[in-house]
């Protein structure tokens, strides 16, 4: 099982990035699907999660800014940024917690650069 995710890059601030997060190798569901992110020398703080009653948990420094959404495709998330701010600068990683097992999976980190 793998989460694939994509959609990082380098941006001014006031700019936007989607990232996403893509889930291969099961068919079963994450309960929740979510993205994390971590500045170097710090530990990793919840951005947003998406909870199978679709249930939408977000970070109070994103509110207002950022969108998690489910993608087309089954075990697919979308994080909308908005209005990124250099302290939004990190590697995002992307989480899922699987039904049933409850499995923990993580995501290869991608990395948000916003300058000022």
């Known amino acids: 099982v793998q989460l694939q995710a994509s959609g990082g890059g380098l941006v001014q601030a006031g700019g936007s990035l989607r990232l996403s997060c893509a889930a291969s190798?099961?068919?079963?569901?994450?309960?929740?699907m979510a993205w994390y992110r971590q500045v170097s020398g710090k530990g990793r703080e919840l951005v947003a999660a998406?909870?199978?009653?679709?249930?939408?948990n977000y970070a109070d420094s994103v509110k207002g800014r950022f969108t998690l959404s489910k993608g087309n495709a089954v075990n697919t998330v979308w994080l909308q940024m908005n209005n990124l701010q250099p302290e939004d600068t990190a590697v995002y990683y992307c989480y899922g917690k699987r039904i049933i097992t409850n499995g923990e999976v993580w995501g290869r980190g991608t990395l948000v650069t916003v300058s000022s």
């Open positions: 998406l909870f199978s009653d679709d249930s939408i």
């Open positions: 190798g099961t068919q079963l569901r994450f309960n929740p």
